[in-house]
């Protein structure tokens, strides 16, 4: 037996039937052609390319100068709660306490916090596809069962509320969606998540998971929270954090509002896994969750506008079908008519991973395979890039593409 089989066989089957997450993959081998001094545009990550605005980094600093270096509470300092509870109340009209809150690291934990507290094996966890590429991994984790309702590129890859009807089950608990969506930037309107709402209200005991980690990266209606729908509050858990909206990435904050009975859950799982989150980026997201927005409206601006060149750009690419997202800065585009075709090398393309890895080489552009968002035949290009590289990226990619035979 090999040495990796044989490590395989060691392993708990809990960690061998988790799949490694593609967008930290293709990012992975995007960094390792930079290494061999190739360069390389990495539409991938899902990350913005813009600095910390300089209030929140001047917050971090001023809470090193005073010695904020200790244990905070598991769940969050008092500031940064109290900050979340009023951002709540100021961007979606939502009346929480912060007890209701709990602060982890990432929003990524706080998904995993509450599929760990609510789903026992077997429960059925209801995911609106294509989706985050952790969602169906964290559900496996928690032994719960993933069911994928998938959306098609002709409605904007919003599974229909017929579609979530019969899906749900007596083994239903969570239904769990992101929006604004990665990957496909899709966003529910209110009307759309109050029929969402009506449904879920119809059964006992199952929540809603709500992941608005984009929700200030919008270019449409005003983003409307499900937890703002009488009687969901009490059965959802809203997740949120500062990555996204206000550049945040790496300060690896995330937090989550729910009923207190879920928060508690949630406190005490985080107590034994990781404890509390940084106390110095607790402190920046206190000034970045309270304080000015205009960085965020500013990068919202320039994403609509990379959103718009983009979109334009591959448009001109033959046999790329695409919509145009309303939110995040993604696009979702079907590349099947690209499957079956052969690179100049003699390398068929069988799927979409076979097509990213060749883009990645040819075209020197990481992107991400539809299949890890549950999708086969698409990918993911992500416009968290200047518009310089994305004019090179997109350029280099059609001419990739034109080879292909």
Not at 38 to 50: A, Q, R, T
Not at 188 to 197: D, P, R, T
Not at 216 to 223: L, S, Y
Not at 238 to 251: D, I
Request: charged share 20%; with cysteine; glycine share 8%.
């Amino acid at each position: 037996m090999s040495a990796s089989a044989e490590s395989m066989k060691i392993l708990s089957d809990r960690i061998n039937a988790l799949e490694e997450s593609a967008t930290i993959g293709m990012a992975k081998k995007a960094r390792e052609l930079g290494a061999q001094g190739i360069s390389v545009v990495n539409l991938s990550f899902g990350e913005p390319d813009f600095q910390t605005p300089q209030h929140i980094k001047d917050a971090a600093k001023k809470a090193i100068d005073e010695g904020f270096t200790f244990y905070t509470p598991v769940s969050g300092i008092p500031d940064l709660k109290n900050a979340i509870v009023s951002k709540l109340k100021r961007d979606n009209g939502l009346e929480y306490k912060p007890e209701n809150i709990v602060v982890s690291t990432g929003a990524k934990q706080s998904i995993a916090n509450a599929l760990l507290c609510l789903v026992n094996p077997g429960d059925e966890v209801i995911i609106y596809s294509p989706y985050w590429v952790s969602y169906s991994e964290l559900v496996k984790l928690a032994e719960g069962v993933p069911v994928l309702i998938e959306g098609t590129i002709e409605n904007n890859f919003k599974a229909s509320i017929a579609q979530l009807r019969a899906a749900i089950t007596p083994r239903t608990k969570v239904v769990m969606f992101s929006s604004p969506c990665n990957p496909t930037g899709s966003v529910f309107s209110g009307k759309e998540l109050e029929e969402i709402a009506n449904e879920l209200l119809k059964h006992d005991n199952i929540y809603a998971l709500a992941d608005e980690i984009y929700e200030f990266i919008n270019f449409g209606e005003k983003h409307v929270s499900i937890a703002s729908f009488e009687g969901m509050k009490d059965r959802t858990v809203l997740v949120n954090g500062v990555s996204k909206g206000y550049a945040m990435t790496g300060w690896r904050i995330g937090y989550m509002a729910a009923p207190k009975w879920i928060a508690d859950a949630c406190d005490k799982l985080q107590g034994q896994v990781t404890s509390a989150t940084c106390s110095i980026a607790q402190k920046a997201a206190v000034a970045a969750v309270g304080g000015i927005m205009e960085p965020t409206w500013e990068m919202n601006k320039a994403f609509l506008r990379r959103r718009d060149l983009v979109y334009g750009l591959l448009k001109e690419i033959p046999g790329i079908k695409t919509n145009l997202p309303m939110g995040a800065f993604y696009f979702f585009p079907d590349v099947k008519a690209y499957l079956g075709k052969t690179t100049p090398e003699g390398n068929k393309i069988n799927e979409a991973m076979d097509l990213c890895l060749y883009i990645l080489s040819d075209a020197h552009v990481s992107t991400v395979p539809g299949d890890a968002f549950g999708v086969p035949g698409y990918i993911r290009i992500s416009f968290a890039a200047s518009d310089e590289n994305l004019v090179k990226a997109m350029t280099n990619i059609k001419a990739s593409l034109s080879k292909l035979k």
